[in-house]
Each structure stands twice: as C-alpha cells, then as structure tokens.
C-alpha cells in the first residue's frame, strides 16, 4: 500500500500543477523590444496580480515616431485558448519614447519587453494580420519621403538594422535626396541633413567606416561645400585610424567657412587636435586646441 501511495503521490502533484498554470501560454516569450516590433501584434507583460494581459499593434506615425496602440485585453483558458475581456475601454494610442539608444543599454526609462501575438490565436481574439486602421499610416505617394522619415525614426531609437532598411530604399532611388523634417523624441522638429549624411552616420555609428566613405565620396562631389559631410569623412577616416588623411579633410573643411567664430570652426580645429593626439604630436596637438577655444562664439559653454 505504501508503495502504491508513493506511485500515485507524483501523479497526483503533476495534475494539480498543471490545473494551478491552466491559464499560462507557455508559447508566450516575453523577449522582444517593444520597438522592433513594427507593424506587429504584441502582448504585455501583467503583474502577477492580474488575471489579463494588455495587447496591440505597433506602427510608426511619420509625424509622432513608434506608437504602440492598446486595442484590447486577453485572458488564457484551459489548453492555451485565448479570450477576450469583456467590457474593454479604448485607450489613447501611446507613443514609445526612449531617448535613442539608452534603453538598448539599460536606461530604467526602458519601454517593456514584449511577446508576439501568434497568429494562431488571431480568429480568437477578433483580430486581422494587419488592422484596418492602421493602413492609413503606410499609405502614401512619396515613397522617398515615408522611408526616410521612418529610417530617422528608426536611427533615433537606436534600431540601425530597421534604419538602414529604410535608408538604402532612399539612397537606391534618390541618392542626394536633401530629406524633410521630421519628429525626433521630445526635443520638437528638426531639419535632417539628407539620405547621404544619415546613411552614412548610420555606417559610423556602426564601425562600418568602408562603407561610409564611398557614400560621403559621392556626396561630397555633389555638394562640394557641405562643411558637415566632410566632417564624417574625417571622422571615417579617424575610425580607420588614418589620421594624417583626417587632418587633411578637416583642414580643407575649415577653408570652407568664412566666418571668423563658428561652433562649426570651433569643432573641426578640436578634432584635428584630437589626431595630432593620436599621432602624439603634442606641440600641434596644443596648439589646435588653443585655436579651437578661439574660435569658439562662446568659450566656456558646455555642449
């Protein structure tokens, strides 16, 4: 008898686990960043308190950035079966902000992580691929400008793989495209400096100097006093650790600007010190250090 008990003791254990995490979907993977999750259904993590869980689209918003729109609450059932929530109230749409790459890094500011809804739960929940509403937001007749305004989206939070996806659909079609404004975190609207100057940032940004310079090349010759392009060509140039061909493109840059005091002329003579540092070559190191601070419109000011 005894024996008997002790077959049957993990018998009965195993059903009552398994009648206790009923309601949990195994299949739900709680390891996606809620922005690289474009034009997907996703589900939120829920306190252990709360017997539902919150989900819905996410998109991009040309004007406003990743928005990520509630549309609904689920709760599991009994072999993985998933069930609407009664009784529901629609929610404002809310826009994901993350101060670009801090919270790939760690930033408590950090957006959840996320679960993709899978679609074989789609018929459960009332739910299509793709919402019909959101259609409107990927309509448009400027295919250049929708994929550079959701590349610079992209760029800010950090998602260089999306970015470049977007980036190359412009530079492929218009490669000196001049861009457009477009909204950038909290800081308001900013002017963009063109497909060329994002693109090749982007490849900066990812140690990818080879890349980038072919690009600025081009870009250069087509807009041969673009003080800023030349300045990335220095700095491609400085991440291949030629610094003399560095110091060249930063000095001719500095031959392209006629006013006496800029942050500009300021900024170029402070990188061309940084290469005579690296070449530890002190005297001229010290001595573009000196020119920097007089060149700067307002000495002292913390940037």
């Not at 390891?31 to 589900?43: I, N, P, R, S």
């Not at 899978?118 to 994929?147: C, G």
């Not at 800010?156 to 996806?165: H, P, Q, V």
């Not at 170029?268 to 920097?292: D, F, H, P, T, V």
Request: aromatic share 14%; glycine share 6%; charged share 25%.
């Amino acid at each position: 008898m005894k024996r008997l008990i002790f077959l049957l003791f993990p018998i009965c254990f195993a059903v009552k686990l398994s009648a206790q995490t009923g309601n949990i979907d195994t299949a739900l993977k709680f390891d996606k960043y809620l922005l690289a999750c474009e034009k997907q259904w996703v589900v939120k993590q829920k306190p252990d308190t709360a017997s539902s869980y919150k989900f819905g689209y996410v998109y991009i918003d040309g004007s406003e950035g990743f928005i990520f729109q509630e549309v609904g609450q689920l709760s599991i059932r009994k072999r993985n079966k998933y069930q609407l929530v009664p009784g529901y109230k629609k929610v404002e749409r809310e826009p994901i902000h993350t101060h670009g790459s801090q919270f790939l890094y760690g930033s408590t500011n950090a957006p959840p992580m996320v679960a993709l809804l899978s679609s074989s739960h789609f018929k459960e929940l009332k739910i299509e691929n793709a919402p019909t509403w959101v259609m409107s937001y990927y309509s448009y007749t400027d295919t250049v400008e929708h994929n550079y305004r959701s590349g610079c989206i992209c760029f800010d939070e950090s998602l260089f793989a999306e970015a470049e996806a977007y980036f190359k659909k412009v530079y492929e079609k218009a490669p000196h495209y001049g861009g457009v404004k477009y909204r950038k975190n909290f800081y308001g609207y900013f002017d963009n400096m063109g497909i060329e100057f994002m693109l090749s940032g982007l490849y900066l940004e990812g140690d990818k100097p080879d890349k980038a310079i072919p690009v600025l090349d081009k870009a250069i010759l087509n807009a041969p006093n673009n003080v800023d392009l030349y300045r990335l060509l220095g700095l491609a140039y400085d991440k291949k650790k030629q610094w003399n061909k560095a110091i060249e493109i930063y000095k001719y840059a500095l031959t392209l600007i006629t006013v006496d005091k800029s942050f500009q002329k300021a900024s170029l003579a402070g990188c061309i010190s940084n290469m005579y540092g690296e070449l530890k070559n002190k005297e001229e190191q010290i001595k573009w250090r000196s020119l920097s601070d007089a060149y700067d419109p307002h000495p002292g000011r913390v940037f």
